[in-house]
């Protein structure tokens, strides 16, 4: 797991040009290669929200597929994406370094809503939860 603390960007960048800053820091840290898809992935995933291929394919406009899954391997390889196993659904891909939290999959429609975890400090768990999302109720 990498330890983002070690990273530095200057402080008198922008707020844009900081976050990319860090995606680059954060991937030569690991030694992979910059590549403008995997860049934007990082990004896309960086957002609060879980993403399906789909999704990612929709929201990266020109990448296909191959190299999305591509990418999305790599990246969970090295502890910098979450894939989110769902019965029945397909998986859901998000930034591995948000706060520790739970998931809720809707039984209609596949959505994943995050969840607050309530025990403070706590080393491992997982939970999935299986209800349905408010849009369904």
């Not at 520790?100 to 607050?116: F, L, M, P, R, Y």
């Amino acid at each position: 797991m990498i330890d983002k603390t070690n990273l530095y960007c200057p402080k008198n960048e922008d707020a844009h040009n900081k976050h990319e800053c860090e995606i680059e820091l954060l991937l030569s840290s690991l030694g992979l290669k910059r590549s403008k898809d995997r860049h934007s992935l990082v990004s896309f995933l960086h957002e609060d929200r879980t993403w399906s291929i789909p999704e990612l394919l929709t929201a990266s406009h020109h990448t296909d597929r191959s190299t999305v899954y591509r990418n999305l391997q790599i990246l969970e390889k090295n502890g910098l994406a979450t894939k989110i196993q769902t019965n029945g659904f397909e998986a859901r891909y998000e930034w591995a370094f948000k706060k520790h939290h739970d998931h809720n999959t809707c039984s209609k429609c596949g959505a994943v809503e995050c969840i607050s975890c309530p025990i403070p400090k706590i080393k491992n768990h997982s939970l999935q939860l299986v209800n349905l999302c408010v849009a369904c109720k």
